[in-house]
T-cell receptor, first 113, second 113 residues
Framework: AQSVAQPEDQVNVAEGNPLTVKCTYS??????LFWYVQYPNRGLQFLLK??????LVKGSYGFEAEFNKSQTSFHLKKPSALVSDSALYFC???????????FGAGTTVTVRA | GAVVSQHPSWVICKSGTSVKIECRSL??????MFWYRQFPKQSLMLMAT?????????EQGVEKDKFLINHASLTLSTLTVTSAHPEDSSFYIC?????????FGSGTRLTVV
């Protein structure tokens, strides 16, 4: 079985400060990992994914994430947060043998001006 | 990039009526489509997985007779909520997948009155 944990319900940061959203995962084999962002009453927008290769993945809107196999983590980061980054963020994982994505509970990010 | 069109964006219906939600992959052929349900400020709950030309696979606890899924072509899947009740009110999101990844529709807000 695969699962994702996002330990923080909320993350609050000031604009211009670094932003980190935490994610840990559990899969039986090699993971495919994803980050999505959701704005109110909208679907999910893709930010980035890790399939294989470099542990540091760069994605959309200045976001990046680092795959850490030993810690089974895939934390999302942005060096300098913007007010417009305020949204709901989801980490997701799938096992190589299954097309289904498992989502974390989501983390609400609030960036204050 | 890949685009998934989901319609309608919102719908209000009376109890006992049926509502159909469409999910179309606009510029790619989706091998598999997924239907999710999301409650306010919560994660996505997978309802069912559909492959073109075959019956949908429903997750445990999802009533297949209430949530009818049809995947008639590689670009179109529909979810019909039959005999809707107020407890079916929710945000429904579809997702289409191909070899490149997962693309989500913009969601449908269903309100049953």
């Amino acid at each position: 079985a695969q699962s994702v944990a996002q330990p923080e319900d909320q993350v609050n940061v000031a604009e211009g400060n670094p932003l980190t959203v935490k994610c840990t995962y559990s899969v039986s084999g090699n993971p495919y990992l994803f980050w999505y962002v959701q704005y109110p009453n909208r679907g999910l927008q893709f930010l980035l994914k890790y399939i294989t290769g470099d542990n540091l993945v760069k994605g959309s809107y200045g976001f990046e994430a680092e795959f850490n196999k030993s810690q089974t983590s895939f934390h999302l980061k942005k060096p300098s947060a913007l007010v417009s980054d305020s949204a709901l963020y989801f980490c997701a994982v799938r096992d190589i043998s299954d097309y289904k994505l498992s989502f974390g509970a989501g983390t609400t990010v609030t960036v204050r001006a | 990039g890949a685009v998934v069109s989901q319609h309608p964006s919102w719908v209000i219906c009376k109890s006992g009526t049926s509502v159909k939600i469409e999910c179309r992959s606009l510029d790619f052929q989706a091998t598999t489509m997924f239907w999710y349900r999301q409650f306010p400020k919560q994660s996505l709950m997978l309802m069912a997985t559909s492959n073109e030309g075959s019956k949908a696979t429903y997750e445990q606890g999802v009533e297949k007779d209430k949530f009818l899924i049809n995947h008639a072509s590689l670009t179109l899947s529909t979810l019909t909520v039959t005999s809707a009740h107020p407890e079916d009110s929710s945000f429904y999101i579809c997702s289409a997948t191909d070899i490149y990844g997962y693309t989500f529709g913009s969601g449908t807000r269903l309100t049953v009155v």
